[in-house]
Nanobody, 116 residues
Framework: QVQLVESGGGLVQPGGSLRLSCAAS????????MGWYRQAPGKQRELVAT???????NYADSVKGRFTISRDNAKNTVYLQMSSLKPEDTAVYYC??????????WGQGTQVTVSS
């Protein structure tokens, strides 16, 4: 069973930065499309960014220019570098992965809170 474990969440002030990591196991990582989703209180889960095994990247409009997704296939890890954070970025962030689609498998999530 694919396992995805997120880390790096926490409390950060508006305008600050944070980097999330997701360690993947029990999968041929380089073949998988990986992604990050988030769910804010009272809202539906939404796509943040995805990255294919070949390195093609897609971002939600709300994070373009502020967030960067990347992957290290040697470490079976995907990252989300978040900069210029806003209070509306507060959410639980989930790492996802899959062969047919990016959100076949989900991690447990990590809380990101942007507040002064």
């Amino acid at each position: 069973q694919v396992q995805l474990v997120e880390s790096g969440g926490g409390l950060v002030q508006p305008g600050g930065s944070l980097r999330l990591s997701c360690a993947a196991s029990k999968m041929i990582f380089r073949l998988y499309t990986m992604g990050w989703y988030r769910q804010a209180p009272g809202k539906q889960r939404e796509l943040v960014a995805t990255i294919t095994g070949g390195g093609s990247i897609n971002y939600a409009d709300s994070v373009k220019g502020r967030f960067t997704i990347s992957r290290d296939n040697a470490k079976n890890t995907v990252y989300l570098q978040m900069s210029s954070l806003k209070p509306e970025d507060t959410a639980v962030y989930y790492c996802t992965g899959g062969l047919a689609r990016a959100n076949e498998y989900w991690g447990q999530g990590t809380q990101v809170t942007v507040s002064s």
